[in-house]
């Protein structure tokens, strides 16, 4: 399993379009076993989602996530969660150990930053 986390640097970022980068963690079991971290190579409508589709991501974790980005993640098979903050990789391990659920966060504008919902980890 490939897990993506909009970022920060090493944080979750609270919008998924405008984050600076997608740590990404490749996982056996419930072990992350490889990271690395992808610069975001710009936000446009429905771009993301099939950039991190084709990088072959199972799983994205952002703070909140536009409701466009999330039904294309739903089509593509991608498990989303949004509502987590703090460290990125804590995120991606709570998820593995089943800790992590979604809150349903949606973002309804691009202007916002604060206002995509609550958080949890």
Known sequence: M????ASEKEKVTEHFGHCENFNIYETDGDKIVKSR?????????GFLPNFLNEMGINVIISGGMGSGAIEIFNEKGIE???GAR??????AEEYLKGNLKSTGSVCHEHKHHDE???FMI
């Not at 971290?37 to 409508?45: E, L, Q, T, Y």
């Not at 703090?86 to 995120?91: L, P």
Request: glycine letters at 12%; hydrophobic letters at 40%; a positive charge.
């Open 2 to 5: 490939v897990i993506a986390v």
């Open 80 to 82: 989303v969660i949004t």
């Open 86 to 91: 703090g460290e990125a990789k804590i995120a």
């Open 116 to 118: 995509c919902g609550e």
């Open 37 to 45: 971290s992808v610069k975001n190579p710009g936000h446009r409508p």
